[in-house]
């Protein structure tokens, strides 16, 4: 595509240096050409052309820019390789997208064309990377999504931030401001002291003072995106976005409310495994940590004393090769903040 060919390397250039003075902090661009033409192009920043319906090749070629997904239709011997949507791998047990298998049209497609294309496979017939005009499969839908939780935080913002008040008795109200996927799959949970307050999913909480104890209060809101489009057993990544209220009560009342807000990641694999399962958790900020496993009626099997973590990757194993084969939950404590993933014991 000649309008394509006219810009690069040079055009590539200017558009970086246009960038980097006015949008620092982007994280995508795209580039629109001013041409009549169908067509289209990925790399760094995709391309499309004004031509109506190259609104298509617009989204496809974001797929490679964003998310770096490969093409689902043979592109060539050179654009072979491990991918999110593209394997060698055909055990349905051990292909990365096992956790999708056979549902929603997923499973191991091999390319056409024989030679280097017959060893590698795609996830399903008529993804978007495919062919234009269909939606994204499962697999690049997932990949979007979580995509777009590594970028965004769902918390955009939060009262009361920090602040004084001045012996206060009255009930304070709590808020999350939140940015909402359509439908809204946000999960608000809110802990007082190491306690799940039992309440509705709701981004409001009024907080009765005489609920406190004397001295140093924790509230917590932690927010989880639950959707459905990401199959949480064996899901590599778990997002939890949370605002954290130091709240200090005096015999006057509340005199002081320090507000922090964290990120908090956590992956667990193998999963299933056989015996050794590991956790990593990424953390914004130096954090204590305790890890219990509980069998799938709820009795407690095993747990860790209290650990201080560092900010940044912190590593964990939890041993399980003597436990029977089945489903456990791993409850995962951050500073007396819960996170519970169910997890699977294999022969």
């Known amino acids: 595509m000649a309008f394509i060919a006219y810009w690069w390397p040079r055009g590539a250039v200017a558009i970086s240096n246009v960038l980097a003075q006015n949008f620092p902090l982007y994280d995508q661009a795209f580039i629109l050409t001013n041409s009549p033409y169908y067509g289209g192009s990925g ?46 791998q055909t055990d349905p047990a051990l292909i990365k997208w096992k956790n999708w298998y056979n549902i929603e049209g997923i499973g191991i497609y091999q390319h056409c064309c024989g030679g280097v294309s017959a060893m590698w496979y795609r996830p399903h017939q008529n993804c978007k990377m495919r062919a234009l005009g269909n939606p994204f499969c499962a697999i690049c839908r997932e990949a979007i999504i979580e995509k777009i939780h590594a970028l965004i935080d769902p918390i955009e913002q ?29 999960k608000v949970k809110w802990i007082l002291n190491g306690n799940t307050l039992v309440m509705p999913n709701t981004a409001n909480f009024i907080l009765d003072v005489n609920n406190l104890i004397s001295g140093t209060n924790t509230l917590s809101a932690i927010v989880e995106d639950t959707t459905q489009f990401l199959r949480v057993d064996g899901h ?27 990120k908090i990641e956590i992956s667990t694999y193998p999963n299933p495994t056989t015996d050794l399962l590991n956790i990593q958790i990424k953390n914004e900020k130096a954090a204590f940590i305790k890890i219990e496993l509980y069998d799938i009626k709820g009795a407690l099997i095993k747990s860790t004393p209290y650990n201080k973590m560092a900010n940044g990757v912190n590593q964990f194993q939890l041993d399980l090769k003597n436990q029977a084969t089945g489903a456990y939950f791993v409850k995962i404590i951050v500073n007396d903040m819960p996170f519970t993933l169910k997890i699977f014991k294999a022969k």
Request: no cysteine; aromatic share 8%; hydrophobic share 40%.
């Open 43 to 88: 790399g760094t920043n995709p391309v499309a052309s004004t031509e109506s319906s190259s609104s298509e090749i617009a989204i496809h070629e974001l797929g490679h820019s964003f998310v770096h997904l490969a093409d689902e239709y043979w592109a060539g011997d050179a654009y072979a390789g491990e991918a999110i949507n593209m394997s060698q």
């Open 158 to 186: 939060f009262s009361p931030s920090d602040q004084s008040i001045i012996a206060t008795i009255d009930p304070i109200e709590f808020k999350l401001n939140l940015l909402a996927p359509t439908p809204n799959t946000l």
């Open 236 to 262: 590599s990544t778990l997002h939890f976005y949370i605002v954290s209220w130091a709240i200090q009560k005096m015999l006057t009342g509340i005199e002081d409310i320090e507000a922090s807000r964290d």
